[in-house]
């Protein structure tokens, strides 16, 4: 009981520094102003990281913890490991201010470290909860967008406290919204997802060797993804930038994005592989599978659910759908026998409850 209300009180003290920090060097209303901006991308984020994560859905509290932990623990971690070389830096002679030492190492190492770790928790004190190359991806898209929004925070509030909304042309929080909120919102998910998918694959690979080299080998991706693109941002002018962003960096996402759409489509290959043995075993009825295995058919079910039943046969809809997918993939690996038990028992009591709430209503 006491780890979990420790780690709430850090998140909340990481939160209410990073906010007060952002409130003395801005000021109140630039610090409104950078939340109202930061909000518009990190929604579009999200969103895109919930839909992906519709086969096989991970626990909304981790989902939620994962966010916190970006935009909390992640973005003090790293406000406090890029001001270290700057101060260093500016005692070292011929070194300067040490900001381009933070910009092109610290930064990138530190960032990608931090957003990493919450993933690397979840696969090793929440190993139920994560089964492949998806979850890793997800939990890490959505710490790396909490770190973005609050580092966009940061930077929409300082362009309105310097330059105001600006003109689209000039320095202000026009200019920064198109690079940061349009050009580029999924920069910091893009990095992430790397080490993500990695942990992903050291997941559900039984070579130990690979269980080790394929996290380390996609940290040091991300690691130098983020490095390129921190270096084209500062180093280089605007060509070297466009240069960067739409042959290294635009076919990175779209190569990234193909692999989610290959890996959803075989979480979708695991459940339709599974569903008959459930039949067999009477857990599922034969009239379900087709409606189990389809987002359309799982969506239209539940609809159905609450229009005939109310809310409660739709959660109740909704907690069985979940409960056979995650059975699904528990026996797809053969995980814990304990925990496939639990999981029938939640898929079997919300099954009735479903049925009851029917029954009932029609009665």
């Known amino acids: 009981m006491l780890l979990p209300v420790l780690g709430l009180t850090l998140v909340a003290v990481c939160g209410l520094t990073l906010l007060a920090l952002a409130g003395v060097r801005l000021g109140l209303p630039a610090v409104m102003i950078g939340v109202a901006a930061a909000l518009v991308p990190v929604t579009v984020v999200v969103a895109v990281f919930l839909w992906i994560d519709r086969w096989e859905p991970e626990p909304v509290k981790l989902l939620l913890l994962a966010f916190a932990w970006g935009a909390c623990i992640a973005a003090i971690t790293a406000l ?3 001001s270290t070389p700057e101060t260093v830096g500016g005692l070292l002679p011929g070194v300067g201010d040490g900001s ?55 930077y929409f ?12 042309t000039s320095g202000g929080l026009i200019t920064a919204f198109f690079l ?42 991300a690691v130098l993804l983020h490095a390129l693109w921190n270096a084209a941002a500062t180093l280089g002018g605007a060509k070297t930038f466009l240069n960067v962003y739409f042959l290294i960096m635009v076919p990175m996402f779209i190569a990234v994005a193909m692999l989610i759409l290959l890996e959803r489509r075989r979480e979708q290959r695991i459940l339709q592989a599974a569903l008959p043995e459930m039949i067999a075993e009477r ?59 639990e999981v029938l028992d939640i898929l079997r009591t919300s099954r009735a409850e479903a049925i009851r709430l029917a029954v009932n209503t029609n009665v």
């Open 180 to 221: 940061r909120g349009a050009l580029t919102p999924f920069m910091h998910p893009l990095f992430a997802v790397l080490t993500g998918g990695a942990l992903g694959i050291a997941a559900k690979t039984v070579s130990r060797a690979t269980r080790i080299l394929a996290p380390l080998g996609g940290y040091l991706m």
């Open 80 to 82: 406090l490991t890029s």
């Open 157 to 168: 509030g300082r362009a309105f406290a310097e330059n105001g909304f600006g003109t689209g």
């Open 283 to 341: 857990w599922i009825a034969h009239s379900e599978a087709q409606l189990l295995s389809s987002l359309s058919g799982r969506r239209a079910w539940r609809r159905r659910a609450r229009r005939q039943s109310g809310r409660r046969a739709a959660k109740a809809v909704a907690t069985y759908q979940d409960s056979v997918i995650e059975l699904a993939f528990l026996k797809r690996r053969d995980g814990d026998p304990e925990r496939q038990s």
């Open 100 to 154: 381009k030492v933070s910009t092109l190492v610290t930064a990138p190492v530190a960032q990608e470290l931090a957003k990493a770790a919450f993933v690397l928790a979840v696969l090793l004190l929440r190993r139920d909860e994560f089964n492949g190359i998806i979850d890793g991806i997800v939990y890490a898209g959505i710490a790396a967008a909490g770190f973005a929004f609050a580092e966009n925070i940061f």
